[in-house]
């Protein structure tokens, strides 16, 4: 009878989880312990117990109470392999790593997801293996060992088909495999990935999995500068995580909308968004994401010229970042404070922080970044008029960017090379490495690398006095820097502008007009349309 009772409130826990009520899920699953425990330890209560702990430490995930949540895995793989359940030995040690994986211990969650996946083999359960591969394939990605994730999320697709797998389960590699062709940069193969996943759970309206799907689609567009469909999709990801009232997706989504208003220049609409990211991952005690999105913030700040603000929230990520030792997140933070301290002109702080910088992604044999970090020190060399220290950070830079075959990267010397011969008066080589790093920018790709090659282009024009030439270029980085809204690279431009014509100034807010007026016309018709 006792039995009974307890797959009665065990059965009415699953069916509130399922509907996402999780505080009652969690008030019948404490009724059914409670009525376990009062019965006599036989082989059917110690199977009973290890199906309670995985379903309760399921919730436990959800609600971020990580402790609680491996305790109850961890009791229950120790049961379930007194009674050499295979599949609950499975099922508990997937828990485990999912716990680990949250916590940023990657290395760990791959050995439990690995020994999950050796476990099903052992059982020979067949219906497992999608699972087991779904998370060991994210882990493995995430690690980035991207090859052997794409043959483990290969094989799971293939055994999904075959044993009818749990659509959640088919749809999650689906979307693992979205993430891994989006972090090779193969943004089209990524949507068929995720539009798949969104295909397969047609039918599910309340489905995390879905979200996720919608989010990265969003994050995707957002790349493609398709903000619209970029928006549509967040809108759709934040819907389902309101409903279903899931902290987690909705502190990534609100990061991620944060993100593409930065992009469309809305810089008060992205701190609105980070910022509620922020409150959420404060509140759930996420501390890799913490410091991720302080940065983000410290960004946005660097972009409305808030120095002062940019830097307390880069003091913040740092801190962060020491905390975890995690040092690539280290590295990052002190070159973006390199960066505020040049444009405070505060020199010797800036070089202090490039030169962290630098010895921080050396230490990870992070060849790019590294690359990056010289370039920088380049630039700051020449504000410092210390030319031949410049040469040589901005040959150093282009070795690096030679030898990882970054063509685009390599713009970013032409365009420091430009400089140092412009300062030098060298006006002939300035314009080759000016045209240089215009050919190889896409200008069909707007970047503040773009609108910065054309203004530094610009000012070396205004210096040789070939006024008509010098005004088309900082109108390029004038039109660019409004579409991305870099504020203080407007200024400068029009800055330059009046130095040299002040009736262009004249004619461009007339083109701004004109194109607003265009704009509310367009919107009237739009309106009366509908």
């Known amino acids: 009878m006792a039995s009974t009772k307890f797959s009665d409130f065990l059965n009415a826990g699953l069916a509130s989880a399922k509907n996402f009520d999780n505080e009652i899920a969690l008030v019948h699953f404490s009724t059914a312990e409670d009525l376990l425990l009062r019965e006599k330890e036989t082989t059917e209560t110690k199977a009973n117990f290890v199906q309670l702990r995985l379903a309760r430490g399921e919730i436990l995930i959800q609600q971020s109470e990580w402790d609680n949540a491996l305790q109850d895995f961890t009791k229950a793989y120790e049961t379930a392999k007194e009674l050499d359940d295979k599949e609950a030995m499975t099922n508990a040690l997937i828990g485990q790593g999912k716990i680990k994986l949250q916590q940023g211990d990657l290395q760990t969650a791959k050995s439990l997801f690995q020994d999950a996946l050796n476990t099903a083999d052992a059982g020979k359960l067949e219906h497992k293996f999608p699972e087991c591969q779904f998370h ?72 995390l999995r879905k979200a996720e ?89 660097i972009m409305l010229e808030n120095y002062d603000a940019a830097i307390d929230y880069f003091q913040k990520d740092l801190a962060v970042s020491e905390e975890l030792n995690n040092t690539h997140a280290l590295s990052y933070t002190y070159r973006n404070l390199g960066k505020i301290y040049r444009l405070k002109k505060d020199y010797e702080n800036s070089e202090k922080y490039f030169q962290r910088s630098y010895e921080f992604f050396s230490s990870v044999q992070d ?74 920018l896409d200008e069909g790709k707007l970047s503040e690398d773009l609108a910065s090659a054309h203004y530094e282009y610009g000012l070396m024009c205004m210096e040789k006095r070939d006024d008509s030439k010098a005004i088309n270029h900082f109108n390029r980085a004038l039109e ?43 919107l009237k018709q739009v309106g009366q349309g509908s």
Not at 394 to 419: H, N, S, Y
Not at 487 to 515: F, G, P, T, Y
């Open 136 to 207: 060991l394939g994210n882990t493995l990605s995430r690690l980035g060992e991207n090859d052997k994730a794409l043959m483990i999320l290969e094989s799971g697709v293939r055994i999904a088909d075959r044993v009818n797998a749990d659509p959640d389960i088919y749809a999650g590699i689906n979307t693992q495999m979205g993430l891994l062709h989006f972090r090779m940069g193969m943004m089209d193969d990524a949507v068929g990935f995720y539009e798949k996943a969104l295909e397969i759970l047609q039918d599910e309206e309340l489905s």
């Open 213 to 301: 799907a919608y989010r990265y689609l969003g994050v995707i567009y957002s790349i493609k500068r398709n903000y619209s469909k970029s928006l549509e999709n967040y809108d759709k990801a934040l819907e389902i995580y309101l409903d279903v009232e899931n902290e987690w997706g909705m502190a990534k989504t609100y990061s991620s909308l944060g993100q593409a208003f930065k992009e469309m220049g809305n810089h008060h609409e992205a701190i609105f968004f980070y910022e509620k990211s922020q409150s959420l991952y404060e509140f759930l005690g996420a501390k890799s994401d913490m410091g991720m999105i302080y940065g983000k913030l410290g960004d946005v700040h």
């Open 367 to 440: 060849q790019m970044n590294t690359g990056r970090v010289f370039l920088d020190m380049a630039h700051l060399f020449l504000d410092m008029n210390q030319m031949e220290k410049a040469l040589e950070h901005a040959q150093t830079a282009e070795m690096i960017f030679k030898q990882e075959r970054k063509p685009r990267a390599l713009a970013g010397v032409d365009v420091v090379m430009g400089k140092y011969h412009r300062q030098k008066r060298e006006w002939d080589t300035a314009e080759a490495h000016f045209e240089k790093a215009l050919d190889a």
């Open 480 to 522: 660019i820097s409004e579409d991305l809204g870099l504020n203080r690279m407007i200024e400068e431009c029009l800055h330059c502008i009046e130095k040299i014509d002040e009736r262009e100034v004249i004619r461009i807010a007339l083109r701004r007009l004109k194109s607003r007026e265009l704009t509310n016309t367009l």
